[in-house]
């Protein structure tokens, strides 16, 4: 896998942003920046209705199915719908994906982290000030400690969001006439 952005890409990113010690600080950036990468392709997929996963950058993969990264796309275009060169990759991919590395290199396998419901339980109690208490389990439950009232709340597993990220590659994510298709997971 080729990264959507050089070392040398990172260094002036964070050089302008002084931010050169945090990322000199990263033993491994070209892994780190190939990591980010394929979670910038992974990230930025939803799952229709059918079950079918779609890409949410605009156009298609340049190279069709031999083409193993998202980058770079023909027919596509920012959401101002201005054409993205198709032998290009967007600066927002690059940015983002700058971005993802230096977070991927300081932790390592924290951008996609596995979960398993079975064993990445939460708390099983917390008790805040005698009025309310928190269960965690395979679910979410609460109480009204005064009262013993149970009550539920629907809980997913938690995906790490990286606000600063989705930002950064937000305009690419979208062709003409289309909306922004961010899912937000909590």
Same mark, same amino acid.
């Given at each position: 896998?080729?990264?959507? #952005? %050089?070392?040398?890409?990172?260094? =002036?990113?964070?050089?302008?942003? @002084?931010? %050169?010690?945090?990322?000199?600080?990263i033993a491994d950036q070209p892994s780190a920046l190939v990591r980010a990468s394929q979670y910038i392709d992974l990230r930025y997929r939803s799952r229709l209705g059918t079950g079918r996963w779609k890409s949410m950058f605009s156009g298609?993969? #340049? @190279? @069709?199915? #031999?083409q193993d990264q998202?980058?770079?796309?023909? $027919?596509?275009? +920012?959401? +101002?719908?201005? $054409?993205? $060169?198709?032998?290009?990759?967007?600066?927002?991919?690059v940015n983002?994906? /700058?971005?993802?590395? /230096?977070?991927?290199g300081q932790n390592p396998g924290s951008l996609l982290p596995d979960y398993n419901p079975a064993a990445?339980?939460?708390?099983?109690?917390v008790e805040v000030y005698? #009025?309310?208490?928190? =269960?965690?389990?395979?679910?979410?439950?609460?109480?009204?400690? %005064?009262?013993? %009232?149970?009550?539920?709340?629907?809980v997913s597993p938690t995906v790490p969001?990286?606000?600063e990220i989705d930002a950064i590659i937000a305009p690419v994510l979208t062709g003409v006439g289309g909306i922004v298709?961010?899912?937000v997971i909590r």
């Amino acid at each position: 896998m080729t990264p959507y #952005a %050089t070392t040398t890409d990172a260094d =002036s990113y964070f050089a302008a942003r @002084g931010q %050169t010690p945090e990322w000199s600080a990263i033993a491994d950036q070209p892994s780190a920046l190939v990591r980010a990468s394929q979670y910038i392709d992974l990230r930025y997929r939803s799952r229709l209705g059918t079950g079918r996963w779609k890409s949410m950058f605009s156009g298609s993969r #340049a @190279g @069709g199915r #031999a083409q193993d990264q998202e980058w770079p796309r023909v $027919d596509a275009a +920012d959401y +101002d719908g201005n $054409d993205i $060169d198709p032998s290009s990759i967007p600066l927002e991919v690059v940015n983002a994906t /700058i971005e993802a590395a /230096i977070r991927e290199g300081q932790n390592p396998g924290s951008l996609l982290p596995d979960y398993n419901p079975a064993a990445d339980r939460l708390p099983t109690s917390v008790e805040v000030y005698q #009025a309310v208490k928190v =269960s965690y389990g395979q679910s979410l439950t609460y109480k009204n400690a %005064t009262n013993d %009232t149970p009550g539920q709340l629907d809980v997913s597993p938690t995906v790490p969001i990286f606000p600063e990220i989705d930002a950064i590659i937000a305009p690419v994510l979208t062709g003409v006439g289309g909306i922004v298709a961010m899912n937000v997971i909590r």
